[in-house]
């Protein structure tokens, strides 16, 4: 019952993830943190069946880390994302696959904003905005209404207050709010939804 | 809620063929069941002078694209020349019968014109590749059934270019506008000998 | 001590040349004409595409050469599948270099008796040049030779390249190296293979030059008529 937003905006990303860590009926914990930093300026969120998604969350950063020592250039987020599609699509024929959804937000070459939306089976699309998760049903329309091309990470903080409102009043599940991280030409930095 | 892979992301392709040329298009819808993602999925692509739609699964609609891109890449470094219209056929015929028991889901469309003879050629594939030649027109995907019916009332042989551009965006437009699963815009190409025009069409937006 | 004979081989193997521009580069090489009776290929047999954006000269044993190329272009596929962007060229140089070293540390197995001269573009470092050899060592240049009479040919290259060349030029400095370091008196297409880099709507674009092309080139280039003035001298 976990959720993941992202909104693409002329000067950077941002992204959300629902903060509880939920098992059957119970919240385990209040503060989850469903992102892991792969580089500089690419930042990855993840939705899914808790141990795979750390998993193959842990697993991308390791090789993203690895690429980056390798090669000593980071890798852009067109590359990483089609990485991370092609793992994915390869594990979804393998014996057991991994059952993780992806929002991939960077600044493509250091530069120009981001945003993919890959699911479990490694089906990308790269969009202004996205969401995983039952929240996708209640904020795709809101995007839709009062989303606009030239926003910036302001109006795009807005926007997601004003998404975060919509849940609050209408998805039944307790999530404990979200944590937010932005990318930008500064790189990743947490943020706060008062 | 339907299992099945080949319905589940929704999309739809059309190929035509005309006097001198061919045709192609797509819709451009990606969904997941009745949530729409994206209207800029593009299903047509091209490996050389040969142009290929895929619907079906969206990840093996990318995975079997990812697939054919390297095995042409290769044939033409050996080769030294492009594939040609037929023998990309048979690549993809034998490409997806070696899956037969992990299939791709997908539907395969292709059409081109021979380099050397310039005749066109179109023929479809179903999911475990069986190729189906035709020499009119072939569909594929979830509107599959409302294309077989625009083109049998719209198609006529031997048209030209700006005809089968005509024809096939009809036929496309008015079959995705019944289908929840397709539309979102579209993307058109004729493809004669001497060039390749690609257009994109507005569709309505549910 | 395996990898000196295949080093030592390659020194009689024939000439290739790289010339890094400005704009592009340019690979030219001799092809050795053993004997008149053999049929002549009129495909290049020592220019090789690896990739959209790579392509490379060889000097040594074809056959090796062979597999060593067939693996590239699979591993450049490689990289495009999982990228969906070309590999870099580096990056590809340094994977056929790592199976290269292999190859001279295991017993009973012989090198890969192989030199490269690799040219491609790439948007991390633009235009560039690698040689390889069967050690497996790989280094990056602006101009370089591998093959018979390498060092005379990086002498001339030394004394005549100039930082900020353009393409037109480095293609009579790489024909004009080739006809004082070949054997023959005379350069024609069938000893010549010809090939270079360039961009066309910023995108990297391979040509590796026929005959005929090559023959027009030869004329222009005045190659030929200075080397009939050596001739003449002689």
């Not at chain 1, 090669?71 to 014996?95: M, W």
């Not at chain 1, 929240?135 to 997601?160: E, W």
């Not at chain 2, 993809?92 to 070696?98: D, V």
């Not at chain 3, 870099?88 to 340094?94: A, D, G, K, M, Q």
């Amino acid at each position: 019952m976990d959720a993941a937003i992202g909104i693409r905006v002329n000067d950077g990303v941002i992204v959300a993830t629902s903060r509880a860590c939920t098992r059957s009926i119970t919240i385990l914990k209040p503060d989850d943190d469903k992102t892991r930093i792969l580089n500089e300026h690419n930042i990855l969120a993840y939705t899914g069946t808790s141990g795979d998604t750390t998993q193959f969350a842990d697993y991308i950063q390791g090789n993203m880390q690895l690429y980056s020592m390798r090669e000593g250039v980071d890798l852009n987020s067109k590359g990483i994302a089609s990485y991370i599609r092609h793992e994915l699509a390869t594990s979804l024929r393998s014996r057991s696959p991994y059952q993780v959804n992806i929002l991939l937000a960077g600044l493509d070459k250091g530069d120009a904003p981001f945003l993919s939306n890959i699911d479990y089976m490694g089906t990308r699309v790269d969009l202004p905005y996205a969401a995983h998760g039952y929240a996708a049903f209640y904020v795709m329309s809101l995007f839709d209404r009062h989303y606009r091309p030239d926003m910036t990470l302001k109006d795009g903080m807005k926007l997601l207050k004003m998404c975060k409102a919509e849940l609050d009043e209408r998805f039944p599940v307790v999530f404990k709010g979200f944590q937010v991280k932005v990318v930008d030409k500064e790189g990743i930095h947490s943020s706060e939804l008062e | 809620m339907s299992q099945d892979p080949s319905t589940y992301n929704g999309g739809s392709a059309v190929a035509m063929v005309g006097k001198d040329c061919v045709a192609i298009a797509s819709d451009l819808r990606l969904g997941q069941q009745s949530l729409g993602l994206s209207n800029d999925f593009e299903k047509i692509f091209h490996y050389g002078h040969v142009f290929l739609g895929l619907t079906g699964l969206a990840t093996d609609v990318m995975s079997v694209h990812e697939d054919l891109r390297k095995k042409t890449n290769l044939y033409k470094m050996k080769e030294q020349r492009e594939i040609e219209p037929k023998s990309f056929a048979n690549l993809i015929s034998s490409s997806l019968y070696k899956r037969r028991f992990g299939p791709w889901f997908v539907g395969p469309i292709v059409a081109g014109l021979n380099s050397h003879s310039g005749k066109p050629f179109i023929c479809g594939f179903d999911y475990i590749g069986c190729i189906d030649f035709a020499k009119d027109f072939i569909v594929a995907g979830t509107a599959s059934e409302q294309l077989f019916g625009m083109c049998e009332s719209l198609y006529e042989p031997n048209l030209e270019p700006e005809d089968l551009f005509e024809t096939i965006s009809q036929a496309l437009l008015n079959a995705v506008d019944r289908d929840a699963l397709s539309g979102w815009g579209a993307v058109v190409y004729v493809i004669t000998k001497d060039k390749v025009v690609k257009r994109f069409l507005k569709t309505r937006q549910d | 001590m395996q990898v000196e004979y295949a080093l030592e081989a390659i020194n009689h193997a024939g000439t290739a040349i790289g010339v890094l521009a400005e704009d592009g580069i340019v690979l030219a090489a001799e092809r050795k004409v053993t004997s008149k009776l053999l049929e002549q290929d009129t495909s290049a047999e020592k220019m090789y595409v690896l990739n959209d954006n790579i392509l490379c000269a060889v000097a040594g044993m074809t056959a090796d050469a062979g597999i060593l190329i067939n693996y590239m272009r699979e591993e450049a596929q490689r990289y495009l599948s999982v990228y969906n962007q070309d590999i870099p060229i580096e990056t590809l140089v340094r994977r056929v270099c790592n199976v290269k070293q292999g190859y001279t540390q295991h017993g009973g197995l012989r090198p890969f008796g192989v030199s490269f001269i690799f040219a491609g573009y790439d948007d991390r470092y633009g235009f560039q040049i690698y040689t390889s050899n069967p050690s497996g060592n790989y280094s990056g240049w602006k101009a370089t030779s591998i093959g018979a009479n390498n060092t005379s040919a990086e002498t001339l290259l030394k004394q005549d390249y100039k930082d900020g060349i353009n393409l037109d030029d480095a293609k009579k400095l790489a024909l004009k190296v080739l006809s004082k370091t070949t054997d023959s008196s005379k350069l024609t297409s069938e000893k010549v293979e010809f090939a270079t880099v360039q961009l066309t709507k910023k995108q990297p674009s391979l040509k590796i030059w026929k005959p005929a092309e090559i023959e027009k080139l030869l004329e222009e280039s005045g190659v030929q008529d200075e080397n009939d003035d050596k001739e003449d001298k002689n």
